[in-house]
């Protein structure tokens, strides 16, 4: 019996660049077809084209109407992004002009790209590893330097290398027990237990430490939440503003003004921040007030950073009951300039005043250590796992440990350690792409853009 022949791959197109009104707008075609495409929408200009040079060309209708003219460059397979034929042609950035460009190039045989399908057959051409194509999907969605700095350096395949770099470790271990395991007789120097936990150690050590940049990665993709809490009138709503840069929430000086949270974004030191701003937390009569302090309790419990504010010029309050949560809690207190009550000497606390911009530069020194930002636990090394990442390299810690315990019993079967270094390979060889499922490639491609 013949197996059943692939159907062959589709060439697909797609706009590249946002749909809406701009000077240029990029169209691309990728696939086998590419360059035929481009030949029938253009009166056969792709094909005699010189390979990445680009060429005056227009894009004819049925009828040979021109619809758009521009340039068109041809990359030929397997140097382009895909890795495939592919064509691009950069026309006029109108919404119209574009659509009917691209309803040409369907017409003329290409099928509309899903989110993400350049980047995933970049992937499954071997172009990217997983990571990178992940990379690529971060820096397009980068809002600050520093989450652009960590896009581009998963971009450029550091995490995928450190990874595969484990992994080649893992397979050379898993070899040596399975020379042990087939023969037993042989003379085995006695260090080889020694040797093979060795080995596992130090893997396991890599994966702390790219564990250990699971937070960092998740702030500089979600930004960190950062939530501005204490008793109404210290100066909370102030302290938004000052970040900001400009008056976004309404300060009064009415106690209880903000009864809803703001939230609004920053880039500190190049981190993203999710500042909200809350209802002050005080016993309250009034209903609509109580239903602010309610929610600001829930927006305690899903905080990366906590900023307390307090009145310098008031007696230290007694301690609030906070829920507990893992988030860095940082006191701060406000309105230094009316001079500090003498309940608070001593009390570790940053100093500042909204009134006066005061104190700020050390606050924002303050926030960036305790995100973990600094020089020395950030430095430039910049990787930044995301979930993904962080749940692959669990697996694979998980099963170094159970192999290396089981390595520390001579007396039990090597097969069961090798059962869980295989285990082990596979959760690390994930996470640059070696897997057959397809659902998981669906899920990851599906949030790109079109086009991308
Ligand atoms: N003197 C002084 N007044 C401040 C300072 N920061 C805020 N205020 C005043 O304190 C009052 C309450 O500020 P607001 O930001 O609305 O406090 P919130 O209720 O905690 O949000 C307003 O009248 C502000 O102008 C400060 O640093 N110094
Ligand atoms: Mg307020």
Redesign the pocket.
């Known amino acids: 019996m013949h197996p059943h022949p692939s159907p062959p791959t589709p060439t697909i197109a797609a706009l590249a660049t946002p749909p809406g009104v701009g000077a240029v707008s990029l169209v691309r075609l990728s696939g086998p077809a590419a360059l035929a495409v481009a030949d029938l929408a253009s009166g056969g200009r792709a094909s005699g084209m010189a390979l990445r040079s680009s060429q005056y060309c227009r894009i004819l209708d049925a009828a040979g109407e021109v619809l758009d003219d521009g340039l068109m460059v041809v990359f030929r397979a397997p140097n382009s992004y895909t890795g495939e034929d592919c064509v691009e042609f950069s026309g006029h950035g109108g919404m119209l002009v574009t659509r009917e460009v691209l309803a040409r190039l369907l017409a003329c045989g290409a099928l509309p790209a899903g989110p993400g399908e350049f980047t995933q057959r970049a992937f499954l051409n071997g172009k990217l590893d997983l990571t990178q194509a992940e990379g690529v999907m971060d820096l397009i969605a980068a809002q600050t330097r520093l989450a652009m700095r960590a896009a581009r350096s998963q971009l450029e395949g550091t995490l995928g290398r450190r990874t595969t770099a484990a992994r080649d470790s893992i397979l050379g271990t898993l070899a040596h027990l399975e020379a042990w395991i087939d023969f037993p007789d042989e003379d085995i120097q006695p260090d080889t237990g020694a040797n093979l936990r060795g080995g596992v150690t130090s893997v396991i050590a890599t994966i702390d430490a790219l564990l250990a940049t699971a937070d960092q990665g998740r702030v500089l993709r979600d930004g960190a939440r950062t939530v501005i809490f204490?008793?109404?009138?210290?100066?909370?709503?102030?302290?938004l503003?000052c970040l900001l840069g400009f008056e976004r929430?309404?300060?009064?000086?009415l106690?209880?003004?903000?009864r809803d949270t703001i939230e609004e974004c920053i880039s500190l030191h190049g981190i993203p921040l999710r500042l909200v701003?809350t209802a002050?937390l005080r016993h309250t009569a009034d209903r609509l007030e109580a239903a602010g302090i309610q929610r600001t309790e829930r927006q305690l419990e899903t905080a990366d950073l906590l900023l307390e504010?307090a009145d310098a010029s008031l007696p230290r309050p007694p301690a609030m009951a906070l829920p507990v949560t893992a988030a860095t809690h940082l006191l701060l207190l406000?309105?230094?300039?009316?001079g500090e009550h003498a309940s608070w000497h001593g009390v570790a606390a940053l100093r500042?005043?909204?009134?006066?911009d005061s104190g700020f530069a050390e606050l924002s020194l303050a926030i960036r250590d305790a995100l973990h930002f600094n020089e020395a636990e950030w430095g430039d090394h910049a990787i930044a796992i995301n979930t993904r990442h962080q749940a692959c390299l669990q697996t694979a810690r998980h099963a170094l440990l159970a192999a290396l315990s089981l390595l520390e019993n001579p007396s039990t079967d090597p097969e069961l350690a090798a059962i869980d270094l295989r285990d082990a390979l596979d959760a690390l060889g994930e996470i640059a792409g070696r897997l057959d499922t397809e659902d998981l490639l669906g899920e990851i491609f599906s949030r790109f853009c079109i086009g991308k």
């Open positions: 204490g008793p109404p009138n210290v100066g909370k709503s102030s302290l503003n929430a309404i300060v009064s000086e106690p209880g003004t903000t701003d002050g504010v406000n309105k230094s300039d009316l500042l005043s909204c009134a006066h």
